[in-house]
């Protein structure tokens, strides 16, 4: 069983001796790895400068949680932000298809040096530390390339699907 679990996390790069939480909202499943024994989402550490700079969220804060309810605010809040917006894109009002259609999209935060990418499989992998700006908009901008992905059927991904990716700021 030892060996069984070292593989597996090997396999899904999950770093040995962090417990693997799972988050679910009814259209995405968060994957994410916390600190033994608290319900914090892992401290990157040596990012601890770039956070405070770039993304302006000290490391050290990452994922606070209420009433001690196990899943953290940052987490519950990707969630929210990310059911919303497909609620959006799939209304009558836009009327794109929905990703989630075969079973729920997998989003896993990870320590990453960029902000978010969407695969064409059907997931995203987000930077599990986006400040408040960028977490209003990374999420929305990946979970909207799994809606181009939808529409690709030759010539592959090229420069307007990242520009039409980012019309919902507009």
Known sequence: ?????ADLEQALDIDPGYAVQIYDTANFR?????????????DPGVDTAVNVTLW?????????TVAGNGHPNYVEALGIIMEYALAQFISPTYG???????????VTLEDLGYLGVAYSSGTITLRRDLSDYFMQDTPIHELFHLI???????????????????????
């Open 96 to 106: 794109f298809p929905n990703p989630a259609a075969g079973g729920r999209i997998v």
């Open 30 to 42: 968060f994957r994410y790895t916390t600190d033994p024994g608290t319900d914090q989402v892992r």
């Open 56 to 64: 302006n969220q000290p490391a050290a804060i990452i994922g606070t």
């Open 148 to 170: 181009q992905y939808l529409y690709i059927v030759t010539g592959g991904f090229n420069e307007w699907y990242e520009g039409t990716a980012r019309l919902h700021l507009v």
């Open 1 to 5: 069983p030892d060996e069984v679990k």
